[in-house]
């Protein structure tokens, strides 16, 4: 199975901020990351497909970039509904995967 | 708009085999897409259980492929997963998903269900 290592597991930013994740695989998987975004009690949220395209209906502050291991997912301009947890996925190789989850919470 | 709503008992006794059906409404699985089964035990992160494409093609997480069984029923336009001999860790909120574009190899996914949480308890 293809290893998805997500850093950091916790961040702490404010109203404003900038924040970037990121998302690395154990193996090459192309382009083939996508990222979500999970608020409690709620499905996952697709914001990212293939690295870097914006899901439709997705704010432009969230952008995401890398391809072969290593993938970041940054959002700017943090407004209060960004805080959440985020996960990348790879859709390479099945058995598909997920990382473990970045928890953003407000400093 | 694509709608999808997960369904099934939410108690299960250990052994005995978690059955889950998955209705969608807005779109017919028949006509393209792959069709997900996600699971996240609580507190926990995602795991891929396996996928159905509109062809009839599944595809399993190896983790499970001895225990797990997707089938479509495009008739009723539903998709449903079957997990046999069930255990404590199998409780989870398990989530159906539709798969979406072919730059992400199909299986990323834009729309889901909101989740139904299944305990396997005595």
């Known amino acids: 199975d293809i290893q998805m290592t997500q850093s950091p597991s916790s961040l702490s930013a404010s109203e404003g901020d900038r924040v970037t994740i990121t998302c690395r695989a154990s193996?090459?998987?192309?382009?083939?990351l996508n990222w979500y975004q999970q608020k409690p009690g709620k499905a996952p949220k697709l914001l990212i497909y293939?690295?870097?395209t914006l899901q439709s209906g997705v704010t432009s502050r969230f952008s995401g970039s890398g391809s072969g291991t290593d993938f970041t997912l940054s959002i700017s301009g943090l407004q209060p509904e960004d805080f959440a947890t985020y996960y990348c996925?790879?859709?390479?190789?099945?058995?598909?995967?997920f990382g473990q989850g970045t928890k953003l919470e407000i400093k | 708009q694509v709608k999808l709503q997960e369904s099934g008992p939410g108690l299960v006794k250990p052994s005995e085999t978690l059955s889950l059906t998955c209705t969608v409404s807005?779109?017919?699985?028949?006509?393209?897409?792959?069709w997900a089964w996600i699971r996240q035990p609580p507190g926990k992160g995602l795991e891929w259980i396996g996928s159905?494409?509109?062809?009839?093609?599944?595809y399993y997480n190896p983790s499970l492929q001895s225990r797990v069984t997707i089938s479509a029923d495009t008739s009723n336009n539903q998709f449903s997963v079957q997990l046999s001999s069930v255990t404590a860790a199998d409780t989870a909120v398990y989530f159906c998903?539709?798969?979406?574009?072919?730059?992400?190899?199909?299986?990323?996914?834009?729309?889901w269900g909101q989740g139904a949480l299944f305990i396997v308890s005595s």
């Open positions: 293939a690295a870097s």
């Open positions: 193996q090459s998987i192309r382009g083939y």
């Open positions: 998903a539709r798969g979406g574009a072919g730059s992400c190899g199909g299986e990323c996914y834009g729309h």
């Open positions: 807005g779109y017919s699985i028949g006509s393209g897409f792959y």
């Open positions: 996925q790879q859709s390479y190789n099945t058995p598909y995967t």
């Open positions: 159905v494409h509109f062809s009839g093609r599944t």
